[in-house]
Nanobody, 122 residues
Framework: VQLQASGGGLVQPGGSLRLSCAASGSIFSINDMAWYRQAPGKQRELVATITSGGSTNYAGSVKGRFTISRDNAKNTVYLQMNSLEPEDTAIYYC?????????????????WGQGTQVTVSS
């Protein structure tokens, strides 16, 4: 199983970016998906989560600016980031808990994507 993140880049303050993360491999089902970020010299922090049913939660610092969504048919999670601020500069990682085809249905495993750099600077 692999999580492949994409969509990062350099953007000016106030700009927008859309991150994508596609899960592939021997997947039976995906439960929660999420985006985390890690800024230089800081610990990794949770940005947003989304359940298989579409319920979402956000960190206070991004609420109202970021939107997490998912396409269950494509095993993909998205993060739409608007009104970006220099403080949003970080490596963004996607995360999923999922059930692999080879595993019993009650066994969930955690997977991380490779990270994509987001830099907000003028």
């Amino acid at each position: 199983v692999q999580l492949q993140a994409s969509g990062g880049g350099l953007v000016q303050p106030g700009g927008s970016l859309r991150l994508s993360c596609a899960a592939s491999g021997s997947i039976f089902s995906i439960n929660d998906m999420a985006w985390y970020r890690q800024a230089p010299g800081k610990q990794r922090e949770l940005v947003a989560t989304i359940t298989s049913g579409g319920s979402t939660n956000y960190a206070g610092s991004v609420k109202g600016r970021f939107t997490i969504s998912r396409d269950n048919a494509k095993n993909t999670v998205y993060l739409q980031m608007n009104s970006l601020e220099p403080e949003d500069t970080a490596i963004y990682y996607c995360y999923a808990t999922l059930n692999r085809i080879q595993m019993p249905r009650n066994i969930l495993q955690q997977y991380w994507g490779q990270g994509t750099q987001v830099t907000v600077s003028s």
